[in-house]
């Protein structure tokens, strides 16, 4: 397993950008399938985007794909996601995890979580 912090939160405003960054402790992090989830008040977790532990395969929820890209530098052990043209729907907090299984791990069965940070965005 990994240990995953993640940071980059915040309040923006409706259309603003936010990138968020999770930062992986451990020599294998390069081994794993990294992705992102996120929670709203009141909801269920759901899955935003997913990326291959090589970087070559990107996975994103449908409704997100061209506003969110996530990324990785296996260098420094971090995986990215970049949100444009935010939406007050996208208020959530939002959590990074890790899995050796990039499958498993699209349907939120993941062996490391982080503990989230917050967005925000207000209309």
């Known amino acids: 397993q990994v240990q995953l912090v993640e940071s980059g939160g915040g309040l923006v405003q409706a259309g603003g950008s936010l990138r968020l960054s999770c930062a992986a402790s451990?020599?294998?992090?390069?081994?794993?399938?990294m992705g992102w989830f996120r929670q709203a008040p009141g909801k269920e977790r759901e899955f935003v985007a997913a990326?291959?532990?090589?970087?070559?395969?990107?996975y994103y929820a449908g409704s997100l794909k061209g506003r969110f890209t996530i990324s990785r530098d296996n260098a420094k052990n971090t995986v990215y996601l970049q949100m444009n043209s935010l939406k007050p729907e996208d208020t959530a907090v939002y959590y990074c995890?890790?899995?050796?299984?990039?499958?498993?791990?699209?349907?939120?069965?993941?062996?490391?979580w982080g503990q989230g940070t917050q967005v925000t965005v207000s209309s």
């Open positions: 990326i291959s532990w090589s970087g070559g395969r990107t």
């Open positions: 995890a890790a899995d050796i299984d990039s499958t498993r791990l699209r349907i939120g069965v993941a062996g490391s």
């Open positions: 451990g020599r294998t992090f390069s081994s794993y399938a």
